[in-house]
């Protein structure tokens, strides 16, 4: 049974936070003051809650401050943190919080997260379009996907490659591929069919690769943001 409880302050433990310290360790030892756990915890969760307020505000730099005051909403919470709660569930919470907040400050249209969405395809094509200021960057984009696709057509078997170029890329008929390559329309279909089929699974598994490492968070970026709300939390503690 949870014991629903809060965490202690932590004070009688002797453990020392560590990269493996479990969270429940972390908390308590934040709890009792020790800078260096909360740090720990920061470090375990930057990436999450980063991505997490990357995808409300869109904005490395308003997202570092987004997720530096939610760190700092924790810390000054941390007390009513429950025993029987998840800590990762709790800061996404808060974070996605301080995110939204700042949103709505800048008169943007906010949709609650837990809100039930109904939309047809057509508006939400609308919605993906490319914003006229952010041309440059789709530009690039296509290009680097342009290059991704050929690629992987490049990759193909010689005996798929060839159909694919004519019956897909240049988009000749059936017929017509058969003609020049002489050879069956029947193998023309399968030849085409097996093809993209190939060029659909590398480019799922190129993507699937990319979304892992999307928005990563490490190195100076995480290292800035824990320097700032230490330092933060140092200047609430000397003002008391």
Known sequence: MPTNQPFPTGSSLSVESSVDSPDSVLIS??????????????????????????????????TQ??????????????????ADAKLSTWLVRIAANEALGRLRQTGAQVWPLNATFDSDGESLEVQMEANPDEQPEATTMRGQLRRQIEARIDSLPDQFRTVFMLRGVEELSVEEVAEVLEIPEATVRSRFFRARGLLREGLARDTDMAVADAFSFAGPRCDKIVAGVLAAIARERASR
């Open 65 to 82: 401050d987004a997720v530096q005051e939610a760190y700092l909403r924790a810390w000054r919470a941390l007390a009513s943190f429950r």
């Open 29 to 62: 030892l934040s709890l009792s003051g020790d800078e260096k756990a909360f740090a720990l915890i920061m470090r375990r969760y930057n990436r999450l809650l980063f991505r997490t307020a990357r995808s409300i505000l869109k904005n490395d730099d308003d």
